[in-house]
């Protein structure tokens, strides 16, 4: 294995190392808090994948339950912690109805399963949080396993696209939704061992831009939630974990809100400002910033 490039980096290093606004936070603040009024989901159902665990059990659902959601649909593989989440979510926030749905989301007939419960339950759904990832095989490409290589791409890229397609085909083509891609600043950083990794969630990243072209009605947002302790953090990695996963969640409730429009399609880092981000609107739109680009100048 490679010499490992983060060994000696100050801890806050990857706070300041891609950041876009001179803001930064690595906690809820005013503007994100699920509780404001401004935020209120009340009415709407939301599909949060990986939902038992880390980010998921920690971050978005509790975000989105604080910010009144009628339902939230949680889904992982693993059926005894998705009970046991809804147990212990349902008695937290008794307003929300918490429906627990065992899903291997790089299987099609197991994806397709999950949104007829939903149809089933619901009719419809609002906002899907495409959560669920899984780490590389942290070896470097030359020695690594492809079987484990390909299945990250799977889950990371396949699982995301099977359940947006499911989601895009459940909202239909006129209902506004709002999608939240789960992406990561290593999507730009390629380190070595991450090929599977890196590789999967810079597709993830465009994958909203192409959301957004092909459905008007349709928000699409790729989040880097910052750098949070979870069992997914890899062990070069830990020592950079000082974010709230309340920082994330309460990010993507803002998300949906008509404040972040102008977000569609694009790519953004949790620890960013959301109120220098609106400050600065035209210059990201009419600049066309924080979208998958090349530095080449290659027209003339």
């Not at 509780?35 to 038992?52: D, E, F, N, R, Y």
């Not at 809804?86 to 008794?94: C, G, I, S």
Request: glycine share 6%.
């Amino acid at each position: 294995m490679a010499e490992d490039p983060l060994a000696g980096l100050d801890e806050d290093f990857l706070l300041y190392a891609q950041a876009f606004t001179k803001e930064l936070h690595r906690d809820v603040y005013p503007s994100i808090d699920p509780t404001s009024p401004a935020l209120s989901q009340a009415g709407k159902v939301v599909i949060i994948t990986g939902a038992s665990k880390g980010l998921g059990r920690r971050g978005f659902v509790p975000s989105f339950a604080k910010a009144g959601a009628k339902a939230i649909v949680l889904v992982a593989r693993n059926s005894a912690q998705l009970q046991e989440s809804a147990e212990a979510l349902t008695k937290e926030y008794p307003n929300t109805k918490f429906l627990p749905l065992t899903c291997d989301i790089k299987d099609g007939v197991s994806v397709r399963a999950v949104f007829r419960q939903v149809k089933e339950a619901f009719g419809t759904a609002d906002v899907l949080v495409n959560n669920a990832g899984t780490p590389d095989d942290v070896k470097p490409l030359r020695h690594a396993n492809i079987d484990n290589l390909w299945h990250g791409i799977e889950v990371n890229i396949k699982g995301t696209i099977l359940m947006t397609q499911e989601f895009l085909n459940l909202v239909g083509t006129t209902k506004e939704a709002t999608i939240v891609n789960l992406s990561s600043a290593m999507a730009f950083v390629p380190l070595p061992g991450q090929a599977s990794y890196t590789l999967s969630k810079l597709a993830i990243a465009q994958l909203s831009a192409f959301i957004a072209l092909e459905n008007p009605n349709v928000r699409a947002v790729s989040v880097h939630p910052g750098t949070v302790m979870t069992d997914l953090l890899t062990p070069s990695l830990q020592k950079f974990a000082k974010d709230a996963p309340e920082l994330v969640g309460g990010l993507s409730v803002w998300l949906t809100t008509k404040d972040a429009a102008f977000l569609n399609g694009r790519y953004i880092t949790a620890n960013w400002s959301v109120d220098e981000l609106v400050r600065r609107q035209a210059e990201i739109v009419d600049g066309k910033k924080l979208v998958i680009n090349h530095t080449g100048e290659l027209a003339y």
